[in-house]
């Protein structure tokens, strides 16, 4: 198996950076692994010849195939779940208070496979058992779009729903050929888009809450500020923004920390 070399590992190092905004320098036997086996899938005679194909970006299948194994999918349902207790115990209630009409637009930028947009949603039934509560719509944005297929399809195996508790898994799921599906209102309150969070452009509306958890840590720092600023633009005023719990903000000039990888956006008035 050929390896690559120096001058390609940095082309490809380089092209992640300033596209997906990846800092993959220190993962160049992931990568010389991954990216071999593709090149010979696709009976590219040169690493160079597949990675002109790559940055030309005309082969769908090519493109989407270098973006899913450049990227890191692991979650499962009720992931880091201390942060599901605060939406129900702290952001839902702040909402229904704050807007109790209005519809609540919630974004799971980075969102895998779907889990965490429907553990959201399934936090979110729970919470409007018997209260008057406007619609709830959850958007789960990824650039990996095989993984949003798998997302739309919204079937995962026994291991992903580990930490589901009996009652939902018999209430907001089916079971079928030993996988679990997602059904009912928790399925239709969610829905899924391909999305580059390094573009400016990625995100249209405001958000009421933010979570974008297990994402920017694979950025390199310039994509993170970027990213964190776009996000803080469109989220609300006294918002929540919920990292994974490795993530941190740095500058807290525009988000005050709350608690367990929480931040609160700053009232306009205080940022300078
Ligand atoms: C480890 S998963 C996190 C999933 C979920 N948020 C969680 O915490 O369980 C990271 C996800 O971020 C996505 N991702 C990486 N870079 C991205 C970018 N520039 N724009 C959008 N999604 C990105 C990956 O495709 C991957 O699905």
Redesign the pocket.
């Known amino acids: 198996m050929d390896h690559l070399t120096d001058k390609e590992f940095d082309r490809v190092c380089t092209y992640l950076s300033c596209t ?3 800092n993959m320098r220190s993962k160049r036997v992931l990568l010389d692994c991954r990216l071999s086996r593709e090149r010979e899938r696709f009976g590219f005679s040169t690493f160079s010849s597949y990675l002109d194909a790559v940055e030309a970006g005309t082969d769908n299948e090519v493109n989407a195939r270098f ?1 899913d194994l450049v ?6 349902f009720l ?2 779940s201390r942060q599901f207790d605060f939406l129900r115990t702290t952001a839902f209630p702040e909402l229904e208070a704050s807007r109790p009409r209005r519809t609540w637009n919630i974004l ?6 779907g ?2 947009c429907y553990t959201t949603s399934m936090i979110a039934e729970d919470y409007g058992r018997g209260r008057n509560l406007p619609p709830v719509r959850i958007t789960g ?4 779009g095989k ?1 949003i297929e798998k997302a739309r399809r919204a079937t995962y195996q026994p291991a992903h729903v580990e930490k589901v508790p009996p009652r939902w898994l018999s209430s907001y799921f089916t079971h079928n050929d030993g996988n679990y599906t997602v059904t009912g209102p928790v399925r239709r309150r969610v829905t899924f888009a391909q ?4 573009d400016p452009d ?1 995100l249209r509306r405001r958000y009421d809450l933010i ?5 920017i840590i ?2 390199d720092r310039e994509t993170r500020e970027k990213v964190l600023d776009n996000l803080h633009r469109h989220l609300a005023v006294s918002g929540y923004l919920i990292l ?1 719990h490795s993530e941190i903000i740095r500058s807290r000039a525009k988000f005050v920390y709350q608690k367990d990888s929480v931040y609160q956006k700053q009232p306009e008035a205080i940022i300078s």
Not at 108 to 113: F, I, L
Not at 141 to 144: G, M, Q, R, V
Not at 211 to 215: F, L, T
């Open positions: 997906i905004g990846l973006i990227t890191t999918h692991y979650t499962y992931r880091e799971c930028a980075g969102c895998s496979t889990e965490e944005i990824d650039i990996s993984a999305a580059n969070l390094n990625a979570m974008c958890r297990n994402v694979y950025f994974g």
